[in-house]
């Protein structure tokens, strides 16, 4: 098109595009007004298919050619943030003249400010490409006749039409589906999660429909539910569900202001004010959206479920359905478990816990058949009071527990279909609960029956590599199903207020009782849920080369039953939480406290002398094999104190021993890193003259080099010289160690020798995670005195971010206080560090409240990076409090 053209149609497109804007800008008030989704997004397909004819009596189609709508603008329905999927269907293949007209098209689209999602394509053109890709083939048979040759767009659709083949399709849309559930994990449960492609979101929705009018049962919901596919409280739950997502994806593009399916962290606290959820004490508003999210998410996933089993018997007939029975209640057929009789579980209530037993007791079985989960979904509120209070099905709930197999996938469905929030009203409170402690990547109903799952994995053969000491555990572990009672119920007080742990053990004593367990069964489950956090908090927080620390420990565990079953709880709560959180030095530290611990109990007392010989003469041994005198070896140990040799094991006195015993007495820095297990840490010596910003120094090194601290163990010798050890990991996905421990080698020493590598600025702050923003934690610092004095202990909790360390370091030098040991413990987005201090700075309590408050006011940093910043909402809040209007009853 030539600029004298171009000029002549600009007025036209100042108009068209103005004329759109403004009937877009009413059809949002009429939303707001109105709350009617189809409404909106019917009203917004007219207004983009008026515009684009419009368009085209200024910018033709080639000769012959036509224009449709496909994919969801196909459907008729077109959200505010979506861009116009159009396919320029021609006759022939286009030349120069058909190519310059397009283009032009295409550029006056996106002057007026609508985002075409364009495809040029002949009839043969389609059909090819609808047969290698079967996204292609659904969004061709949406396609709807915008502009142009009719006759073409007819033949088009009966070719579509002739070219598919129902049980083809079924088979494709099922596995591509499948493969889309797995990159959403699998969960409806996210706590950011796609409302459009996530398992239970839209998509699980239109994939149905698409298969419904594939087997020529209808286009619509209504005409589905006029077929034996639906009934009509299935229909009115998965419509009311639809609604929701529908009016959720509007929301989120009217807030976002663009294309936007994902409901994240920063959008849900206003997505909620639009909704008219407010703060609750204990619930912010967010969690409740959220929760009602969740409970839609889960219609969509149970008619799913349901129809995709309906449609494949539909679609896959077979001619004979032999039946086989089982008892009384249950027959095989279709290699999946049925109904005797319809009424089943109306006849029978007990039988809707039954039904999972004789599932897992049938590992043959290819699942439920869809008559057995529709009849079991309408069953669900038999289960009551009287349902609960009687002993046979108390028994057969524990008995569900006990199975060799089967378990996880049987809670998950029980929870999926209701079953199980009826039977335990306390775990109905936490289905689909938001975790905001900025580092659980599920909500609470979810981390638990993926604590479930890995308590199970411990059992497994084929995962005894990867779990070597807790598989062995568990093998000795005499009624170990009691773990899976412990792991239901550890979080489930949680979103109440108060301790969880102390909460939660007093459920599961009631729990414990009332389902007849014995009294010893009893005080182990409160023991695991009222100190499911200590090992953790312990490994994590406290100095494990302190007898006191292990000796404590063991007198609050009491015997070694109680010791493995606590690690067991913990590793798997640990790896349940979220895939960021573990690695393998939090489980060297568990494994060291298990094991140290376990010493204890059978008999070792906490004799500092004793203890120190030990540790000498296994060091001196060592080093010995690395063939050093024992007089060089003397003479730098006559340069430590008791204290060293306490806090360090006899491998690291003598990995130590072997760097400096010949130049200990300087006058150069040393650096030493070491790579420990199966590339699980780096462990670095850091030995240099003492001063004030050392500890500061080497925290920017490691903040620069996004390396994480998480243990720091730090000496003064007689000389004055700092013998720091850390352990530090890498940055995520960054598994090089042994070429970073030379790096650190060579560049720590030049840093703390004044170097070229040397640098003494902060480093660069960056932003917290979106999470963190979202989210923010208060900061806090506790400081106190130790067992026996000399020594303080300063706890600080903060959300994470580069450089914190090193403004926490700057504080310490300021206020002239020794770092002697330090504790750092990473939860996702959040810190919870222990420095173990001394210094004349902390002598009176003038200096130590100016301490804390220096040490809050570095923590404060933390705070400010992360905190979302205030934006005025636009959109004004309705009295419409839930997303979903009728949650479905539980």
Avoid at 52 to 66: E, F, M, S, T, Y
Avoid at 134 to 141: G, K, N, P
Avoid at 229 to 256: P, V
Wanted: include cysteine.
């Amino acid at each position: 098109m030539n600029q004298e053209s171009a000029d002549t149609h600009r007025p036209v497109l100042a108009e068209l595009r103005a004329r759109m804007q403004a009937r877009r800008d009413e059809a949002v008030r009429a939303w707001r007004i109105h709350l009617r989704p189809d409404t909106l997004l019917s009203a917004l397909r007219r207004i983009a298919d008026d515009t684009l004819r419009g368009l085209l009596k200024i910018h033709p189609l080639p000769v012959g050619a036509c224009a449709a709508a496909v994919g969801g603008y196909g459907r008729g329905e077109l959200y505010p943030g979506s861009d116009l999927d159009i396919l320029i269907l021609l006759e022939r293949a286009p030349d120069a003249a058909d190519r310059e007209r397009i283009e032009a098209l295409v550029a006056a689209l996106w002057d007026i400010g609508l985002e075409p999602g364009l495809s040029v394509r002949t009839l043969e053109q389609c059909r090819h490409e609808a047969a290698a890709d079967i996204t292609i083939q659904t969004s061709l048979l949406e396609a709807r006749w915008l502009a142009g040759g009719r006759s073409l767009f007819r033949r088009f659709r009966e070719r579509m039409q002739q070219d598919l083949d129902p049980r083809d399709f079924y088979l494709a849309k099922r596995t591509e589906m499948q493969q889309r559930h797995a990159r959403h994990q699998d969960t409806p449960y996210a706590l950011e999660p796609n409302c459009k492609e996530a398992p239970g979101g839209l998509r699980d929705l239109q994939v149905l429909l698409w298969l419904a009018r594939a087997a020529g049962l209808g286009d619509t919901w209504r005409a589905v539910a006029r077929t034996d596919l639906l009934t009509s409280a299935e229909f009115r739950a998965l419509r009311r569900a639809e609604l929701a997502f529908k009016r959720l994806r509007i929301e989120l593009h009217l807030l976002a202001g663009r294309r936007e399916d994902r409901v994240l962290f920063d959008l849900q606290p206003r997505l909620a004010r639009v909704y008219g959820f407010i703060d609750q004490p204990h619930r912010r508003a967010g969690e409740l959206l959220m929760q009602r999210y969740y409970w839609a998410a889960r219609v969509v996933c149970q008619v799913n479920r349901l129809l995709m089993l309906a449609l494949e018997e539909r679609l896959f007939p077979r001619p004979q359905d032999e039946t086989v029975a089982l008892d009384e209640d249950f027959c095989v057929r279709r290699e999946r478990l049925a109904l005797v009789r319809e009424d089943a579980f109306e006849r029978t209530p007990s039988l809707l816990l039954k039904v999972f037993l004789v599932t897992q007791r049938h590992p043959e079985l290819q699942g439920m058949a869809a008559g057995t989960l529709r009849a079991m979904w309408h069953a669900r509120h038999r289960i009551d009071r009287a349902f609960r209070d009687d002993p046979a099905n108390r028994r057969l709930f524990l008995e569900i527990l006990r199975q060799p197999r089967g378990i996880v996938h049987a809670l998950r469905d029980m929870t999926m279909w209701n079953i199980l929030p009826r039977y335990l009203p306390v775990f109905r409170r936490i289905v689909g609960q938001m975790q905001h402690d900025l580092f659980h990547a599920y909500t609470v109903d979810q981390h638990i029956l993926m604590v479930i799952r890995n308590l199970r994995r411990f059992t497994m053969p084929e995962h005894a590599q990867e779990y070597p000491l807790a598989s062995q555990l568990i093998a000795g572990l005499d009624d170990h199903w009691l773990l899976y009672v412990a792991a239901l119920f550890h979080d489930i007080a949680k979103g109440r207020g108060g301790d969880h742990s102390q909460l939660g053990a007093a459920e599961v004593r009631r729990f414990a009782r009332r389902h007849g367990l014995p009294r010893e069964s009893v005080e182990l489950l409160d023991f695991l849920v009222r100190e499911h956090l200590t090992l953790s908090q312990v490994a994590q927080k406290r100095d494990l080369s302190d007898p006191r620390v292990i000796h404590e420990f063991a007198a609050k565990v009491g015997s070694g039953r109680r010791l493995a079953a606590l690690y067991l709880l913990t590793v798997a709560d640990i790896r349940g939480t979220s895939p960021k959180v573990w690695n393998t030095w939090k489980g060297k530290l568990l494994e060291d406290l298990y094991h140290r611990t376990l010493a204890a109990l059978g008999g070792e007392r906490p004799d500092t002398r004793t203890i120190l010989a030990l540790r000498k003469d296994a060091a001196a041994a060592e080093v010995r094999r690395m063939g050093l005198r024992d007089d060089s070896r003397e003479a730098f140990w006559s340069q430590l104190d008791v204290a060293y040799f306490l806090r360090h094991d006899a491998n690291e006195i003598a990995w130590h021993t072997r760097h400096l015993y010949h130049c200990f007495q300087g006058p150069d820095p040393v650096v030493r890193a070491r790579v420990l297990g199966q590339s699980e840490a780096l462990q670095i010596l850091a030995y240099a003259p003492d001063r004030p910003d050392l500890f500061m120094d080497i925290c920017t090194y490691f903040d620069r080099h996004g390396l994480s601290i998480q243990d720091a163990r730090i000496h003064t010798t007689r000389q004055g010289w700092a013998l720091d050890s850390f352990i530090v990991l890498l940055p995520e996905h960054d598994r090089d160690y042994r070429s970073y421990a030379a790096l650190i080698e060579h560049e720590l020493r030049a840093a703390l020798g004044g170097g070229p590598a040397a640098r003494r600025d902060a480093p660069a702050p960056r932003a917290g995670s979106r999470r963190s923003r979202a989210f923010p934690i208060m900061p806090s610092v506790t400081l106190q005195p130790d067992e026996l004095g000399g020594n303080w202990r300063l706890s600080v909790t903060a959300a994470d971010r580069v450089g914190l360390l090193h403004d926490l370091a700057r504080v310490f030098a300021r206020h002239d206080v020794n770092l002697r040991m330090a504790k750092i413990m990473t939860l996702g987005d959040r810190v919870e560090d222990i420095f173990v201090l001394d210094g004349p700075g902390l002598e009176h309590p003038r200096g130590q409240r100016q301490f804390e408050r220096q040490v809050l006011e570095a923590l404060g940093a933390a705070a400010d990076a992360t905190a979302p910043a205030d934006s005025a909402d636009s959109t004004n809040p309705t009295t419409h409090p839930t997303l979903n209007p009728h949650p479905p009853s539980p």
